[in-house]
């Protein structure tokens, strides 16, 4: 099973563009799951809705209860921004929870679950997306919190290993990534932990996700960073959602554009031969 993990960078920069090279990229990927970040819904059309219809998925999204200063950030008091899911299989239940941020720094940011019906078993899977300040560890720390709440009270009986994907802004060593995984320090929730799946990786494959090689990031002066995430439980019987292979995709520009500012992970994860 094929599950990628992608901030697709709203509407900002040359974004209608980006979008055809956001299709032509997944196209390529062929994925079976992907959570997303930063999507956009305006005018009636959702980029998630379209993407689905393009590459015959299903879908479902949450937008932020509170796009505001997104919206000031791009001069457009209409556009929404959210977290969305594409799946293969049917989408038969969702839960959304927005994430705890004192006042400073809080725009409205999301966890959405989607619990995904295959004809073997479900999988419990979630995306999300935590505030972006570089001096918001802490706050960071009270979003995995949650996040860890919100995956235990849904993650349900399912022989598939629950699976977390997002923009964590966070970098792999840090409080928030040790405290979500559970295995470094004291898990959230007791018993449960998660995976990393980049340790899975080629130890000389190109990690980074937020990537001074990218012209959307090179316009700031932070160092490239692996930000982004895919987290898998401890596989099941038989190794089933065990991580079997982890790169980076969308970090090159198709036909001269570059999708988004962030490059997105892909991972396989023995599945069982489902169908």
Not at 21 to 33: C, G, K, M, N
Not at 250 to 260: A, E, F, K, N
């Amino acid at each position: 099973m094929r599950v990628v993990t992608w901030n697709l960078w709203w509407r900002f920069g040359p974004w209608e563009a980006r979008q055809k090279a956001i299709l032509a990229e997944l196209r390529d990927l062929r994925p079976d799951v992907v959570g997303l970040q930063e999507v956009w819904a305006a005018g009636g059309e959702n980029q998630a809705e379209w993407l689905a219809a393009e590459l015959g998925m299903h879908w479902t999204w949450a937008p932020s209860p509170a796009p505001e200063r997104w919206r000031r950030r791009i001069g457009d008091s209409s556009a929404d921004i959210g977290n969305a899911v594409l799946s293969r299989w049917p989408v038969v239940a969702q839960r959304t929870l927005r994430l705890p941020a004192p006042p400073d720094v809080d725009d409205g940011r999301l966890a959405l679950f989607a619990r995904l019906a295959t004809p073997s078993y479900d999988i419990a899977f979630f995306t999300t997306h935590l505030t972006s300040a570089l001096h918001a560890s802490a706050v960071r720390c009270r979003q995995v919190t949650a996040l860890a709440e919100f995956i235990a009270e849904n993650r349900g009986d399912t022989p598939f290993p629950t699976v977390v994907t997002g923009d964590f802004n966070a970098w792999p060593d840090s409080d928030e990534i040790r405290l979500f995984g559970g295995y470094r320090t004291a898990p959230v929730v007791p018993g449960q932990v998660f995976f990393d799946a980049w340790q899975y990786a080629d130890p000389s494959a190109p990690s980074v996700t937020w990537d001074r090689e990218n012209p959307y990031v090179a316009a700031g002066l932070e160092p490239s960073v692996r930000i982004d995430y895919i987290h898998v439980g401890p596989p099941g019987t038989g190794g089933l959602g065990h991580v079997r292979a982890v790169h980076r995709a969308g970090d090159g520009p198709v036909d001269g554009t570059w999708p988004s500012d962030h490059a997105a992970v892909v991972a396989e994860l023995g599945d069982g031969a489902v169908r």
